[in-house]
């Protein structure tokens, strides 16, 4: 993994990087406070000066008080420096969008250090407000990525500027933030991964030294799955040592390194693997709860000590590799066991006091009147096979009909001439099996074979007389692109049509607003979406009539809207 | 169900091979009930011995179900009684006895509750502690027999509790009536319980040996003795021990010592007290073997006994004080100690017998405190009895350690066939059945029976439900073989921790690694540990691994259920051999992948397999390399077949090494993972199984499509 030797020779050289974002500030995000300005700062060939404040960061030109350029920081994506070299001392600021602005530092003496003020700064502002809109932004993008339709939808809508963006996410948004608040609350706890320790690889920085990179997420790994480790920390960082030494230690201490038997090294770690090795061992005095992996109660009659072939002498021999290998063994057992517990732990808590009660008792013996049902319930499994089972399929609910008359036969038109009784054609059958009981074929009046095939061909399908009965499908006629164009357009028009009626009743200064901004997205879409769309298939000589129910349901919603300014005008009047 | 029904027709034996995991027992049982209960005369019995106690109890399950079966069917309650037997250990409700955790310490501390002495102090003195479930089920248990049913060990503890009885007596009384007995192997095999257990048995039984791949070791087991200088100290306290009381008794109670001999001399050896609790070990030879004779005169009274206990135990000492490895065999042995300190072969043959009447008449209560003597009668029993068949090797130190001192004495048994001779010639159809028996025709020739029927047979399946792959080479295309030259190599090491890491990334729940030793995969853990191939694994799967230690290993086998049960995946390696490989299925979701890291063979330098293999050589014409490829191969299809049960399950099948790929392995795999094994999964780069692996894991992962329930074997032509 890493050499241990070097480490060891050079303890004062190891260097810990922490990115530890538990210190986060909580911010009092509702004053203005300006945190630094710049003078002399050229946007566009334009001089000015650059405000860094809590939430945005600001430009305004010389001379006016009001910004010109304004970006939050959490439209912000990332910022970009010029190199160290170069004439031009620029400070880019790349945004969620993909626009970027560039601010550059004019002031001849100063420039340097006001950009790098400035970019440190804004190092240190960026980090807190990424996460806000980084979950947001990914929200969005993840609900386009996983529905298609959706993204049709924003392509159609957004991307070509007949809804804003807002507007579009103004009410998905509403309804994805209240699946997530119900997701939310039992959200799936995340387990840990069993690598976490390795994930921490050390690099050499180049002067003999080892260089761990520790995130939150692996000292909450190894808090989580080593309690041992946490009550230490509890005990120790903040009043005998920083939390830099405490990992420190924690790295160089035998308590990591355990395979490599390395005693007499006293540090407050040897207590935890001593708790360690305790812990493990009354997990193994307790035993296995269920019966069928219970390797010490498989032997029926073990043979007794000193009977057999072989003998397993006391392994008074084991060389020091040996044993160390053995640890490794050991620990890697424990470790998983660890992983796993700390995994559920969560799911434990509620049913903890059940859970310690019947542990103890499933300790002595006495409890043999517990121990039977899990064994039975395994024994049951394991000599039952699904696929012997019977009636395990899906269960499928009977048919129940009150007039079986009505669905054998379905729902008859009610017409006076045509309609009759089940007793009627029950007559008219029996009349017909009559008739034909008493049939004889007058061979003598038959039709020539070559009319009656020819009759039959007319009549097969495809022939002459079936053909003004075969309506030919709007998928057979219209070709596919034009198709598929159709179908973004019914979506797009739906969504549309969609925030233009949940307007309804009008009766905020705001859903009026809205109701008014909609028709003239409808008016915008039709203009630029569906009068193309149309004038293509007329190009194409397909029939007209394909568009007529979209504009069909947009005329109603002209109407409607026509009906309700009308009557607004009355009220007004 | 036609060759078992021809077996049974010939009052014969039969080998058969069956998958695991295809209803093999239910078969069995439900064809030996019909055939009970069309011929009740012809079959009176049927005793089906199995491994390890969830068998037992897997097997009294599965029984219940036939005969609900059958009472639904015929709408008639039926009187068969099944029950099962196991130790006392899992069957004794007394509140104190049971809370102990080890089968001896339960067996002892029953021994001293109930045996017959005790019981008789408890008449004239009612503060002498006993067993009331046992007081009670003597006083009425044995008039009114057990109510037909099905009885498992709970059912048998549930019983025992209601009335009040002894469980365990209960069982052992009621198997001499019952239709069907379950119990482990050594009930049967192994002449010291045997005996004790299993005599009275009626000889119009049908035998069914489950699991019976490594019958031969167990009975080789059940005959064999280790003697170290440890036992030969803790004897010496015995040995003083009995002298002490002797001479107590014969202070107080001469009169008893009197009467033994006299009981001795009349060669009445059990009639008086022939009373079950009593006898804590039986005679360790074969019931034909035991002398029909009085005692010789000469260790008749017991201070002459202790003394030849003394000198027998010093000519042992003396024979451990040595510095280079002895062979001999057991007329040799009797010769030497016959010049050395003049022991016959006679008194020798008696020295179990004997123990066991003064033991009885001393009135040793904790009786297990005598395990090393009772040990040291047994050899000179089985030394002097048998002069063929066994082995004596005298080993001064461990090969590995050859400067730590550390004298074992190996008294070895090298003929499976001597223990389970008995079982052929007394009950009238004995069947051998495992999942894995190939090849077939090696068990009637080291266990010394012939059989009427052989047959393996394969599954029919639904799918191609098993998938077995031979990976022979890396993808740097150097040979993966766990062969002796090679099994250090750096870059076959690396390529075993690169063929588990990618199957890692792959394979969904849970993966089950054996290596062929437990110092092997020591030694392969901790170099995959260095290169950092166990940390990219752990990323995709937890890892659990097998440790010499029985509870250790129970509970990471705990955990990494539950790591498959919860969907976090795992991994768990583990030795062919080992105890897990022998006992733990691997179903379902617990098993999705079985890898066979190398060819399991035994440890070859070991004296003990040496003089076996010779044996089997002169006295069966079986050559040493067959023996040990049959014996490989017979480990590695249990390791393998442990992941497949039923039609709904699934498996990938992974040897890795480059041996598999060759004829004279692969023939001796079983033929329902044979037939599988195409041209194109042999000798596979790690890349090439993998894409093979998830072709298969994604064809399997669909679901299972229900087909008429067809049935379960057809005969392999």
């Keep these: 993994m890493f050499n241990v030797d070097r480490r060891l020779k050079f303890p004062s050289a190891l260097i810990l990087c922490l990115h530890y974002p538990a210190c986060l500030l909580v911010m009092a995000a509702l004053s203005e406070e300006v945190l630094l300005v710049v003078k002399r700062v050229r946007q566009r060939k334009q001089d000015g000066t650059l405000y860094l404040m809590t939430e945005r960061i600001a430009w305004g030109p010389e001379g006016k008080d009001r910004f010109t350029v304004s970006h939050l920081y959490a439209d912000i994506r990332c910022q970009k420096i010029s190199p160290d070299g170069k004439s031009k001392i620029q400070l880019q600021l790349v945004l969620h969008t993909g626009e970027s602005t560039t601010f550059h530092f004019a002031n001849e003496s100063t420039a340097l250090k006001d950009r790098d003020a400035a970019k440190d700064l804004l190092q240190q502002l960026l980090p807190k407000f990424k996460k806000k809109a980084n979950k947001q932004l990914e929200e969005k993008n993840k609900m386009l990525q996983e529905d298609p339709v959706l993204f049709q939808l924003y392509k159609d809508l957004v991307v070509s500027q007949v809804i804003s963006a807002e507007e579009f996410w103004a009410s998905r948004l509403k309804l994805s933030s209240v699946e997530h608040s119900l997701s939310n609350n039992s959200k799936q706890e995340v387990g840990i991964s069993a690598a976490f320790l390795a994930d921490i690889r050390p690099q050499t920085d180049g002067c003999n030294g080892l260089k761990y990179n520790l995130t939150s997420d692996i000292i909450e790994s190894i808090f989580k799955t080593y309690p041992a480790v946490k009550q230490k920390y509890a005990e120790n960082v903040p009043h005998n040592l920083t939390e830099k030494e405490f990992w420190t230690r924690f790295f160089q201490s035998h308590y990591f390194h355990r395979d490599r038997i390395n005693t007499g090294q006293q540090d407050i770690f040897s207590e935890c693997a001593k708790q360690d090795e305790k812990g493990l061992k009354s997990m193994v005095v307790q035993g296995v709860k269920n019966p069928m992996v219970d390797l010490l109660s498989l032997e029926d009659k073990t043979l007794d000590e000193g009977y057999g072939s072989l003998t397993v002498g006391p392994n008074s021999s084991k060389t020091v590799k040996e044993n160390s290998n053995s640890a490794i063994i050991k620990r890697f057992n424990h470790h998983s066991a660890m992983v796993l517990a700390a995994g559920l732990r969560k799911v434990d808590a509620p049913s903890d006091q059940a859970s310690e009660t019947s542990s103890t008792d499933g300790n002595s013996r006495d409890s043999d009147f517990f121990q039977p049902p899990i064994k039975k319930v395994k024994l049951q499994e394991a000599i039952e096979y699904e696929d012997l089972q019977n009636g395990s399929g899906p269960k499928t609910i009977a048919l129940n009909l009150k007039k079986s008359d009505r669905y054998s036969h379905g729902p008859v038109p009610l017409q006076s001439h045509h309609y009759s009784t089940s007793q009627d054609i029950i007559n008219s059958v029996s009349c017909i099996q009559e008739e034909i009981s008493c049939y004889k074929p007058c061979l003598t009046r038959v039709m020539p074979s070559s009319a009656a095939s020819s009759a039959i061909t007319a009549l097969s399908p495809g022939g002459l007389l079936m053909q003004a009965g075969t309506q030919q499908a709007v998928s057979q006629l219209v070709p596919t692109d034009v198709q598929s164009e159709l179908k973004h357009l019914y979506t797009a028009a739906g969504e549309l049509l969609r925030h233009f009626w949940s307007c309804f009743p009008v009766n905020t200064p705001f859903l009026e607003e809205k109701v008014v901004k909609m028709r003239s997205n409808l008016e915008r879409f039709q203009s630029t979406k569906l009068r193309p769309f149309q004038e293509k298939i007329q190009r194409e000589y397909l029939s007209t009539n394909l568009t007529s129910h979209l504009d069909e349901m947009i005329q109603a919603a002209y109407n409607k809207f026509h009906a309700w300014q009308t009557r607004r005008m009355a009220r007004k009047t | ?717």
């Design chain 2, 1 to 717: 169900m036609l060759e078992l029904k021809r077996t049974l027709d010939a009052k014969g034996h039969g080998v058969l091979e069956m998958p695991s995991g295809t209803g093999k027992t239910i078969s069995l049982l439900s064809l030996i009930v019909a055939y009970q209960k069309a011929y009740p005369l012809e079959v009176t019995k049927l005793i089906y011995c199995s491994r390890t106690v969830p068998e037992i109890e897997k097997v009294v399950e599965e029984l219940r179900k036939l005969m609900e079966f059958y009472t639904k069917e015929t709408g008639e309650k039926n009187n068969f009684l099944a029950l099962a037997l196991s130790s006392r250990k899992n069957l004794c409700i007394h509140p104190e006895v049971s809370s102990l955790r080890f089968g001896k310490e339960v067996d002892g501390k029953c021994h001293s509750l109930t045996a017959s002495y005790i019981r008789a102090q408890h008449h004239s003195n009612p503060s002498q502690p006993v067993c009331r479930f046992y007081e009670e089920f003597d006083a009425v248990g044995r008039q009114v027999p057990i109510p037909s049913g099905i009885y498992n060990l709970d059912d048998l503890k549930d019983f025992g509790r209601k009335k009040g009885w002894c469980p365990y007596y209960l069982a052992r009384y009621s198997i001499l009536h019952a239709n069907i007995v379950v119990y482990s192997y050594h009930y049967l095999l192994d002449p010291k319980i045997a005996d004790l257990v299993s005599k009275e048995l009626a000889k119009k039984s049908v035998v069914v040996f489950d699991e019976a791949h490594n019958i031969d070791n167990v009975c080789i087991d059940s005959m064999s003795v280790n003697i170290t200088r440890r036992t030969l100290d803790r004897c010496q306290t015995n040995v003083d021990t009995l002298q002490n009381t002797i001479q107590r008794i014969k202070e107080t109670d001469a009169a008893k010592l009197r009467e033994e001999y006299r009981r001795l001399v009349e060669g009445l050896k059990e009639a008086n007290v022939a009373r079950e609790t009593d006898i804590y070990l039986s005679n360790p030879v074969l019931p034909d073997e035991v002398l029909q004779e009085a005692i010789p005169g000469s260790i008749r009274t017991a201070e002459h006994f202790v003394g030849f206990l003394k000198r027998f135990l010093e000519y042992l000492k003396a024979r451990l004080r040595i510095h280079h490895v002895v062979q001999e065999s057991s007329p040799q042995f009797l010769k030497d100690i016959y010049e050395k300190v003049c022991i016959d072969r006679k008194p020798l043959r008696f020295c179990a017998e004997r123990l066991r009447s003064l033991l009885r008449t001393l009135e040793i209560a904790d009786i297990a405190d005598f395990s090393p003597i009772t040990l040291i009668s047994h050899f000179a029993t089985l030394v002097s009895t048998y002069s063929k068949g066994f082995t004596i090797i005298i080993e001064p130190f461990e090969d590995k350690t050859p400067t730590i001192a550390n004298p074992v004495l190996h008294f070895s048994c090298m003929d499976p066939s001597i223990a389970i001779k008995p079982v052929f010639e007394r009950f009238q159809s004995v069947v051998i059945t495992s999942g894995t028996l190939s090849p077939l025709d090696i068990y009637p020739r080291i266990l010394d029976f012939r059989p009427v029927t052989m047959a393996s047979f394969t599954m029919t399946l639904a799918r191609t439900c098993l998938c077995p792959l031979i990976v022979g080479r890396g993808n740097d295309q150097v040979a993966m073989s766990s062969k002796f030259e090679t099994r250090e190599d750096f870059a076959v090491i690396r390529n075993y921790g690169n063929l588990l890491l990618e199957m890692s990334a792959i394979v969904p729940d849970g993966i089950v690694a054996f290596f062929t030793s437990y110092v092997y995969m020591e030694n392969i853990v901790a170099s995959w540990y260095e290169q950092g191939i166990l940390e990219n694994i752990q990323r995709n799967k937890l890892i659990f691994i097998e440790t010499p230690d029985a509870a250790e290993t129970s509970m990471a086998l705990e955990k990494y259920q539950e790591a498959c049960e919860n969907g976090r995946g795992a991994i768990l390696l583990s030795v062919a051999r080992g105890k897990v490989s022998e006992g733990i299925d691997f179903v379902h979701h617990f098993g999705r992948a079985v890898i066979m890291f190398g060819v399991p063979y035994v440890y070859t330098q070991s004296r003990i397999l040496k003089a076996r293999l010779e044996y089997l050589r002169d006295q069966f014409q079986i050559r040493e390399n067959d023996f040990l490829t049959f014996d490989a191969m017979r480990h590695a299809a249990q390791c393998v077949g442990r992941a497949i049960r039923g039609k709904t399950d699934y498996g990938l099948m992974i040897f890795a090494d480059k041996r598999y790929a060759r004829a004279d392995k692969r023939g001796k795999l079983p033929r329902w993972i044979q037939e599988h094994i195409s041209d194109g999964s042999l000798n596979l780069t790690i890349d090439e199984t993998v894409q093979l692996s998830k072709h298969f894991l994604r064809q399997m992962a669909q679901p299972f499509r229900r087909v008429r329930p067809a049935p379960f074997f057809t005969r392999f032509s």
